[in-house]
């Protein structure tokens, strides 16, 4: 039987592949029988040890000003950050205002959850007349969960709404689970959690080849994190910091966490920036991807406004396609299908253009609504020939060859009608 921890430790990393990523769960109730417990508990991390009746912790408190940057983004309006009609694209049941807010990160054991996962590193911030104030909960052994957690818990409860980085999948998941596994009650937060990594992928998600935090930094935010340690090894670096007690990467890992929460509140400013005034402040792309979330929720005008600020400015074919796509399929819906047809048409006569869906919306327009028959023929074989040299697939060349069809017997009975 092994006697301690770092027994348990050296097991797991001799009978494992040095990647993967350790199981925690075998170490809950293991004690530390021959650790020196009294050097461990008085490291602080520049932070404060709290002591209370449930056990200790280390907490950190950090402030980024009203005149702090976070890469290219100032901070300066974090306080007065605009959240009346917000609803549409924060897809909360409720304004709010930047007081309600608390942003939450997790540094954990592993990096799949699971009941066997801690989130031994809890990080919040907070918007207040100073500026961001940061405040991270470190519990340096299991049996300072407890403690951490219920002290977190209680600062939760002071705010309205949650916000997070993918926190809607991993990070609010894995603290409801040690929170309830603590015998504590977790807080519900639906439809007050704004998890910025959707709404990032709704704006950047076809400009940006990932739409990670670490992307968004450096393509959106203008920040290079230097000497940051990769979230895969964070894991790993704990149960190592369990192991010699070293300090040098835990320190390195509380860092980490510290600028993932002022990373979420530059974005967030961001993020609230480009839709207050999407033309004023938003790049071709970005108009693109607020003029869709606009239209999902049937702010017509506004969509239409975006996606022909969009075209104005689009840098390339592609973008312009799309944005000229999307107004037109916008305008069948809302307006009706003729005030489509001028789009259809200058989509049909892009230069060099193989684009098989104006053909097949104009012939659609003829045969329904005009009864022009004979252009929607037209309209039609020019879609069946671009098929054909796209080889697209066979069950669209299929319905445009019974299109065809259907034209050719309409054209027939409107001859012999006419005589």
Same mark, same amino acid.
């Given at each position: ?232 090894? $964070?894991? /790993?670096?704990? @149960? %190592? ?7 040098? !990467?835990?320190?390195? &890992?509380? +860092? ?14 961001? $993020?609230? /920036?480009?839709? @207050? %005034? ?7 792309? !970005?108009?693109?991807? &607020?003029? +869709? ?33 999307? &107004? ?92």
């Amino acid at each position: 039987m092994i006697p301690n921890l770092k027994g348990k430790l050296k097991t797991l990393s001799s009978s494992s592949p040095s990647n993967k990523q350790p199981n925690t769960s075998v170490l809950e109730n293991t004690s530390r029988n021959n650790e020196p417990i009294g050097e461990e508990s008085s490291v602080d991390f520049d932070g404060q040890i709290i002591h209370s009746s449930e056990g200790t912790f280390v907490k950190k408190r950090s402030l980024y000003g009203t005149d702090a940057y976070y890469g290219s983004t100032s901070l300066t309006k974090l306080s007065t950050l605009d959240f009346t009609d917000s609803q549409w694209w924060t897809r909360q049941d409720r304004d709010f205002t930047p007081k309600d807010i608390v942003f939450l990160d997790t540094e954990t054991t592993g990096l799949s959850g699971g009941l066997g996962t801690y989130a031994f590193l809890i990080g919040l911030g907070f918007i207040t007349e100073e500026g961001l104030v940061v405040e991270q909960y470190l519990m340096r052994d299991f049996d300072e969960e407890y403690p951490m957690l219920k002290s977190v818990l209680d600062i939760l409860e002071n705010y309205r709404v949650l916000v997070t980085f993918n926190g809607k999948s991993f990070d609010w998941p894995l603290m409801e689970s040690r929170l309830i596994y603590s015998r504590l009650k977790p807080l519900h937060w639906e439809n007050a959690h704004l998890d910025l990594l959707h709404v990032s992928r709704r704006i950047w998600g076809n400009c940006l080849e990932s739409c990670s935090l670490s992307s968004i930094e450096e393509n959106i935010l203008g920040n290079v994190r230097q000497d940051d340690i990769p979230g895969f090894m $964070i894991p /790993k670096a704990y @149960l %190592d910091y369990l192991d010699t007690r070293e300090t040098n !990467e835990m320190e390195r &890992i509380i +860092r980490h966490n510290e600028w993932d929460i002022a990373a979420m509140s530059a974005l967030l400013l961001q $993020i609230s /920036k480009l839709f @207050l %005034d999407p033309i004023g402040n938003g790049d071709a792309s !970005e108009l693109l991807g &607020i003029a +869709r979330e606009l239209e999902r929720n049937d702010r017509i005008m506004e969509a239409a406004e975006c996606y022909e600020a969009c075209i104005r400015s689009a840098p390339n074919r592609s973008l312009k396609i799309e944005a000229k796509k999307r &107004i037109a399929y916008m305008k069948k819906r809302h307006v009706g299908p003729e005030e489509a047809m001028d789009l259809w048409l200058d989509l049909a006569d892009e230069q060099g253009s193989m684009l098989l869906f104006p053909f097949i919306e104009m012939a659609k327009y003829f045969e329904h609504k005009s009864k022009d028959f004979q252009n929607a023929l037209d309209c039609t074989d020019k879609a069946i020939q671009m098929a054909k040299m796209r080889k697209t697939s066979s069950n669209l060349l299929e319905d445009l060859l019974k299109r065809r069809r259907r034209l050719i017997r309409k054209l027939e009975r409107s001859n012999k009608q006419w005589g």
